[in-house]
């Protein structure tokens, strides 16, 4: 018997591949750092008791969000990651703010900034202003979606929920279905599974379908009748209004009718067929009640897994910083 003392192992290990200090987006990524993120996220909910126990691995940083669109999820989730954590948080929101006396975004980030943060999450109405802001910042900038461009942690905490679903995501057929155009979800989902190897079907009306997705080779679907006995997945996108310009369909009743998930479509689909839906949804537009509560939705467990995935990029991130 010696009484040496022994080293205690670390609760968890930094993947030494691991480089980046910003998540802008999904297309940027490849397959190896997307898979680390999520097993990095799938370890942090499992010592963090689904999410809802502390590890204190990022005590004495300060996480900012600035928010110039609304957010339910993604906002409280970003909060809760870094607590869970144990770091601090700073809310700002556009409202109530010197934006409102002509500041400009990057002045008001940098001013956020000089308060000592360590990461600036951000979510704004114009496409690229995450990558605009990680050239003007000298702490790590992560995108909570940028206008209808890029929502890189809704695209990983989708793909955690089908890998642990399904093991892994290789090989299953999943189809994005609703406002293509508009959604940042989609683009972020399509980049992310396809790395991944899943066979992406993009389904939408051809208004909100841009014809370029089939010249990339991806799989278009007007029809979603047409490809429903086929998935493995679906992913219910919210027809986004507040980004049209004009009306893409002759109304909601029509658009309900050709691509709402409703009990006779469930009748339709495989029988082990995940139905997802980044959220906010609207009942009785992309999906019928008795679908969002039933037994395929997985809705409420991505909005568990968005905490564990931004825990995940928030100690990736800072990780990067100390070793960079
Ligand atoms: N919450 C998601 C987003 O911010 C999806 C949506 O709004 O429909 O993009």
Not at 245 to 251: D, G, H, L
Request: aromatic share 4%.
């Amino acid at each position: 018997m010696t009484n040496a003392p022994t080293a205690t192992p670390p609760i968890i290990e930094f993947p030494k591949s691991w480089t980046r200090r910003h998540l802008l987006d999904l297309e940027s990524l490849d397959a190896d750092e997307i898979t680390t993120i999520l097993d990095t996220a799938q370890q942090l909910k499992t010592l963090t008791n689904d999410c809802k126990s502390k590890l204190p691995l990022l005590v004495g940083k300060t996480c900012a969000n600035l928010f110039f669109e609304n957010s339910t999820r993604t906002r409280n989730s970003f909060s809760l990651a870094a607590k869970r954590l144990g770091a601090d948080t700073v809310e700002f929101s556009s409202s109530g703010s010197s934006v409102a006396k002509g500041e400009t975004f990057v002045d008001t980030a940098k001013t956020i900034e000089a308060m000592g943060v360590d990461w600036v999450v951000t979510r704004h109405s114009t496409p690229g202003t995450p990558h605009l802001l990680s050239r003007e910042l000298k702490c790590s900038v992560l995108n909570a979606g940028d206008g209808p461009h890029d929502h890189p942690t809704q695209g990983l905490l989708d793909m955690l929920t089908i890998r642990q679903h399904r093991g892994s995501i290789k090989g299953l057929t999943v189809a994005l279905v609703g406002d293509i155009a508009h959604s940042r979800t989609a683009r972020s989902n399509i980049w992310g599974l396809s790395k991944l190897g899943a066979n992406v079907i993009i389904c939408g009306p051809p208004t909100l379908v841009s014809p370029r997705w089939a010249e990339l080779g991806f799989e278009v679907a007007h029809h979603l009748d047409d490809i429903l006995p086929r998935c493995d997945v679906l992913n219910l996108l919210r027809i986004q209004f507040e980004r049209q310009k004009a009306r893409p369909f002759p109304s909601v009743h029509e658009y309900a009718a050709l691509y709402a998930m409703n009990g006779e479509r469930m009748r339709k689909a495989k029988d082990d067929i995940l139905i997802m839906a980044p959220g906010p949804i609207n009942r009785g537009v992309e999906i019928t009640p008795e679908v969002a509560d039933g037994p395929h939705s997985v809705i409420l467990e991505q909005v568990n897994n968005g905490i564990a995935v931004r825990m995940a990029a928030l100690w990736l991130l800072a990780g990067a910083n100390q070793t960079n």
